[in-house]
C-alpha cells in the first residue's frame, strides 16, 4: 500500500532565526519609544539613602548646641511653606524625612529633633501624569508596506534592425516610437501594431540617442560619428548639423520648454546648443571622464549628468555651471531616469540604484540587488521604475520602497549567443502601459502589465527591513 504521507519541506534555521527576528521585532514595535512610569515609591527611597548616605553626619546636632543659621532658616522656612502650599497637591515626600518602616532608620531617632545647620533644597518634582506629558512621544517607526503592481509579460518581438539597437523615443501622441542601433540606421516603428513606417540614413556610425520633439515636428539624433542632427519628418531628411563635440557622443535631450538641446558624450563634457541658430550655448565641463546620461527638465536643476567618473551633477543652465555634485557612488553612473511626477530621480550605477530628491540632491534610499552593469533605468506615473542589465536581466521596483516585486530575464533571439543579452535601453510608454527596451540581440521587445493579475493571484510577498539602513 502505498504512502499517502506527505513529507514537509524543512525549513533552514536561517529561516526560522529570521522569522523569530521578524515577530521579535513586530512585537515590541509600538512600545519602542514609550517612556517608562516613574516608580514614586522607588524614587522616595532612593531620595532618603541619598540623604542618609551623604548628609547622615549633619542631620541631627549634638545636644546642647544651637543653630547659628537662624535667618537662613527662617527665610528656607518661609520659602519651604510657600512651596508647600503651591504643591499641595503632590504625593512627593521631603528628603530629609525619616524612612518609613520599608527602610528602619537605626542611626537617627524619632525622637531626635531635626538639625537646622543643614538646609536641604527640597525642590518638588513634578506629579507623574505632567513628566509624561512633558516627555516628547515619538511615533513608532512604521515601514510602508509597498504599493501593489501587477506582474509584467513579454507582448511581442520587433526584429528588423542589423546591428545592438541602443537607444528609443516615444513620440508625443504615442502612435510610433523611434530607435538607433549600431547599423546606422533610424527606424520608425509604428506602436500598436509593431510594424516599421520609416528608416532613416544619415549617420556613418553607431546611433547611441534619439528625441522626438514636442514642440517641433523634428527628430534628434547623436551618434559615434561626432554628430548631432536634426531630423525633419514632414520631409523625412536632415536639416541641421551641430557641430562641436571631440569624440562620440552617447546621448542627448531636449529641453521641455526652452528651443535647446542638450548632448553628452566621450569627450567629458554636456553641451548646451540653440536649436533653430546651431550656436553652442553652453560647454558644461567638470566631469573627469565620460558623460553617460544626461536628462533635462523645466524645473531646477535644468540639466542632470552622470558620468563614468562616478559622479553626478546638477547644472545651474543660466549660468553654465555645476552648483552641485553627488560624490555617493562608487563605480560609473550610466543611467538617470526622472520620475515623471514626482520631484525626485534614480541612477544607476554597478553598486547600487540611488534615489535622489531635487533641487538639491538629497539622497533617499538605495535600490540594491541588481548586482550587474545596470545600463538603462525607467519610471512611469505609476511609481514602477525599471532597471535593465548587461546580463539580460529586468528588475521592477516599487520607487516609494525601493522593494523590487519582479525580476526577469530577456530571451536571445534565435541565432544569438548568449554574451547578446544585454539591454541598453529602454523607456515606457506616455501612457505607462507599455516597457519599450533595446537590446543586444538586435530586437526590441515590448512588456505590457498581465491584465489577469489581481492582489490575490499574485500578493506582496514583502518582509520588512529591520536592519540598519545605509548612509549613502
Not at 5 to 15: G, L, N, R, W, Y
Not at 27 to 41: C, R, S
Not at 262 to 276: F, L, P, Y
Request: aromatic share 8%.
Amino acid at each position: 500500500m502505498a504512502d499517502t504521507t506527505t513529507a514537509e519541506k524543512p525549513i533552514s534555521v536561517h529561516s526560522l532565526v529570521f522569522r523569530s527576528l521578524k515577530r521579535t521585532h513586530d512585537l515590541f514595535l509600538a512600545n519602542q519609544n514609550t517612556p517608562i512610569l516613574p516608580d514614586e515609591a522607588a524614587d522616595s527611597i532612593s531620595r532618603k539613602l541619598k540623604a542618609k548616605d551623604q548628609y547622615g553626619t549633619v542631620l541631627t546636632l549634638p545636644k546642647g548646641m544651637k543653630p547659628h543659621v537662624k535667618s537662613v532658616v527662617g527665610t528656607n522656612e518661609i520659602t519651604t511653606e510657600n512651596n508647600n502650599d503651591d504643591t499641595s497637591h503632590t504625593t512627593d515626600e521631603p528628603v530629609n524625612e525619616p524612612l518609613t518602616t520599608t527602610m528602619t532608620n537605626t542611626d537617627v531617632s524619632s525622637t531626635t529633633p531635626m538639625s537646622t545647620a543643614l538646609v536641604l533644597a527640597n525642590k518638588p518634582q513634578q506629579p507623574s501624569n505632567q513628566l509624561q506629558a512633558l516627555v516628547s512621544k515619538k511615533p513608532a517607526s512604521v515601514m510602508p508596506k509597498p504599493q501593489w503592481h501587477a506582474p509584467w509579460k513579454l507582448m511581442r518581438v520587433i526584429s528588423g534592425h542589423l546591428g545592438w539597437v541602443r537607444c528609443v523615443d516615444v513620440e508625443p501622441a504615442n502612435e510610433w516610437f523611434v530607435t538607433g542601433a549600431a547599423d546606422r540606421v533610424i527606424k520608425i516603428w509604428d506602436l500598436a501594431s509593431g510594424t516599421l513606417k520609416l528608416s532613416l540614413t544619415g549617420h556613418v556610425s553607431t546611433v547611441r540617442g534619439v528625441a522626438v520633439s514636442t514642440r517641433q515636428p523634428y527628430l534628434f539624433s547623436c551618434g559615434e560619428d561626432k554628430q548631432v542632427k536634426c531630423w525633419d519628418l514632414e520631409c523625412n531628411k536632415v536639416i541641421r548639423h551641430y557641430h562641436g563635440h571631440l569624440s562620440a557622443i552617447y546621448a542627448l535631450s531636449l529641453h521641455p520648454t526652452l528651443d535647446i538641446l542638450v548632448s553628452c558624450g566621450r569627450d567629458s563634457v554636456a553641451r548646451v546648443w540653440d536649436m533653430r541658430t546651431k550656436a553652442q550655448i553652453h560647454c558644461l565641463t567638470g566631469h573627469t571622464n565620460t558623460v553617460a546620461d544626461v536628462k533635462t527638465q523645466a524645473a531646477d536643476p535644468e540639466v542632470v549628468t552622470g558620468s563614468h567618473d562616478s559622479t553626478i551633477r546638477f547644472w545651474d543652465l543660466a549660468a553654465g555651471r555645476t552648483y552641485c555634485t553627488l560624490t555617493h557612488h562608487k563605480k560609473s553612473v550610466r543611467s538617470l531616469a526622472v520620475h515623471p511626477k514626482w520631484y525626485t530621480m534614480a541612477s544607476a550605477s554597478p553598486d547600487n540604484i540611488k534615489e535622489w530628491k531635487f533641487p538639491k540632491g538629497e539622497f533617499i534610499q538605495n535600490l540594491s540587488g541588481h548586482n550587474a552593469i545596470v545600463n538603462s533605468l525607467a519610471a512611469n506615473a505609476d511609481n514602477v521604475l525599471v532597471s535593465g542589465a548587461d546580463n539580460g536581466s529586468l528588475y521592477f521596483w516599487d520607487w516609494k520602497t525601493g522593494y523590487n516585486f519582479q525580476r526577469l530575464q530577456t530571451i536571445p533571439q534565435p541565432g544569438s549567443i548568449d554574451p547578446e543579452m544585454g539591454i541598453y535601453a529602454m523607456t515606457f510608454d506616455h501612457s505607462g502601459s507599455r516597457l519599450i527596451t533595446c537590446e543586444a540581440d538586435k530586437t526590441i521587445k515590448i512588456y505590457k502589465e498581465d491584465e489577469t493579475a489581481t492582489e490575490q493571484t499574485h500578493p506582496v510577498d514583502w518582509a520588512p527591513n529591520i536592519f540598519k539602513r545605509k548612509r549613502y
